[in-house]
């Protein structure tokens, strides 16, 4: 498994953790630090399991009010950055 911490900027949560799969294409886990407990956690719950790509695809860009972005936006990057670090070290 690799495990990546993302911090995100202009959301609320101040961390994102990911669990990805040793190859780096399936989702194990993702944990919210701060930001909307229900939400956070519903999107940590939903996203678990799921391809990568998938997610990526169905998330980024996503935005909330005017901030250019939004917690799944910014766990689309962080999962992006954890493929990377995981196909990086096979």
């Known amino acids: 498994m690799v495990s990546y911490d993302f911090t995100p900027s202009r959301v609320c949560p101040r961390n994102i953790h990911v669990d990805l799969s040793d190859d780096g294409n399936t989702i194990e886990n993702v944990e919210f630090d701060g930001g909307c407990n229900g939400n ?22 996503n935005q909330c009010r005017n901030r250019g972005t939004s917690c799944a936006d910014q766990m689309t990057i962080a999962l992006a950055e954890a493929r990377a670090l995981a196909q990086g070290a096979a």
């Open 40 to 61: 956070t956690k519903a999107v940590a719950k939903l996203v678990q399991g799921k391809p990568v790509d998938e997610i990526i695809t169905l998330l980024a860009g």
